[in-house]
């Protein structure tokens, strides 16, 4: 019953439907709509307990809204369930990341624990410049190359979709460069990104929509 | 996803806490230590009456391995959780089901088994008959699994929570009790030379409604801790 990714590839598509979320009686968002097709990005944008966070959790299906759907596809996400899950690849806050794990078993774990990509993990090491810290402990990391091993997870995994909250935290100048040049050409070949951030993208050639949340 | 992919995932989980266990050992080592120092305590407290204590040592040897498997619980998903890595695992796409079964797999091999082994040798120590040693054994082996599946829902439940530590043992204690009567009571009776088919029956359909069982509500109380 579970689908292949590739049943999906001509019309991938991301769709937002009057989305409700509230939090201890707080509504966040109210009639929430939107829609994504592949190649877009989408920023959310807005300031800090506005509600960025829980409208990806929403969207990742961690957390179930209160009224309003999430359509991928034109299925609702949570009616697909793993079928959805196995399309999409979430980076939170956490880094989600064993402490106690090498850089290479954290990669191996990622990709046996998702549906694994074309690139091996040692050419994805070397793209995000972590190569030589295979078998290195990741708590002897900094919070910064932490936070590439955790993005890095997005390119061992074969996925439509791009849920990032706060991608870029902790990382360096060169790191962010690496890490825009990646969601470029990821959503050039027909990806679909959600992505929060503070910082202001440096990818201009996309069709990319921004949405405030107050 | 194919059962194939399946079994690759709960094997690389498998693998991973164990390999975390390992590396973290001087931690995975408190329960067992903890096990030994309880059961010790009593003839130290009850004073060296042979006899007393065969008579207690099944209920003393079962109630410590409970303590100490619950001592231990915190540790199934706890990290995970801090760390992010649990909603990485909720999202795989695979039946968190099954994760959570290799999960708890792991966590009984790290707590359950070393328990297993240094039980007999408690045993004997409190001067438990022979004849009942070999039913410690199987009891514990068919019942320290369920005592982790168990623990496992109410890990899953605590685990959002800031201070899970002793709700945890007011959710699972109770639920423990049909092991522990069915344990203790298997070893009383096979130290009196009695069969005791009927009580390795029940441990072992308590094992398997475990097996079957635990991991659906453990699953859903990750989804609810998470939300």
Same mark, same amino acid.
């Given at each position: ?108 774990? *990622? ?58 935290? *902790? ?44 | ?30 329960? =067992? ?18 006899? =007393? ?121 109770? =639920? ?26 029940? =441990? ?24």
């Amino acid at each position: 019953m579970a689908r292949g990714a590739n049943d999906f590839t001509a019309d991938t598509n991301l769709n937002v439907i009057d989305l409700v979320c509230s939090r201890d009686d707080l509504v966040l968002f109210d009639g929430l709509n939107f829609s994504l097709n592949r190649g877009q990005i989408l920023l959310v944008e807005g300031h800090n307990g506005s509600g960025k966070t829980t409208l990806l959790r929403t969207l990742c299906g961690i957390r179930t809204q209160d009224s309003g759907q999430v359509l991928w596809c034109g299925e609702a996400i949570n009616e697909l369930g793993p079928a959805y899950h196995q399309q999409m690849a979430y980076v939170g806050h956490h880094d989600g990341i064993k402490r106690d794990l090498t850089v290479l078993e954290n990669l191996q774990l *990622a990709r046996a624990l998702a549906k694994p990509g074309s690139c091996s993990v040692e050419t994805i090491l070397y793209r995000i410049k972590l190569n030589g810290y295979e078998d290195v402990q990741t708590l002897a990391l900094s919070a910064g190359q932490r936070r590439r091993l955790a993005l890095a997870r997005l390119l061992v995994t074969d996925s439509r979709l791009w849920i990032l909250d706060e991608p870029f935290t *902790a990382l360096d100048k060169a790191g962010i460069a690496l890490f825009e040049e990646l969601i470029a050409s990821y959503v050039s070949e027909g990806g679909i990104v959600v992505l929060t951030s503070h910082h202001d993208l440096g990818i201009s050639d996309v069709t990319m929509q921004r949405i405030r949340l107050n | 996803m194919n059962q194939r992919s399946l079994l690759r995932a709960f094997y690389f989980l498998l693998k991973r806490d164990l390999i975390i266990s390992f590396r973290r050992r001087s931690e995975a080592v408190n329960p =067992l230590l903890f096990f030994v120092i309880v059961v010790t305590l009593f003839p130290l407290g009850i004073g060296a009456e042979p006899k =007393l204590l065969t008579a207690m040592a099944p209920g003393v040897i079962w109630v410590a391995a409970m303590l100490a498997a619950m001592l231990s619980l915190d540790g199934i998903f706890r990290s995970d959780f801090e760390d992010g890595s649990l909603e990485q695992l909720l999202l795989s796409g695979h039946p968190v089901t099954i994760l959570v079964l290799a999960k708890v797999t792991a966590h009984w091999l790290v707590t359950g088994l070393p328990l297993l082994m240094i039980a007999p040798v408690l045993a004997i120590l409190l001067g438990l008959p022979s004849e009942g040693l070999q039913t410690l054994f199987l009891t514990l082996l068919l019942g320290t699994p369920v005592l982790s599946l168990v623990g496992a829902i109410g890990v899953a439940l605590t685990v959002g929570l800031r201070r899970g530590g002793i709700i945890i043992s007011l959710l699972v204690l109770p =639920l423990y009790i049909p092991v522990l009567i069915f344990g203790s009571n298997a070893v009383q009776v096979a130290a009196n030379g009695m069969p005791v088919t009927a009580q390795l029956s029940m =441990l072992t359909a308590l094992l398997a409604l475990g097996l079957a069982l635990a991991p659906l509500p453990t699953a859903a109380a990750l989804k609810m801790s998470l939300s």
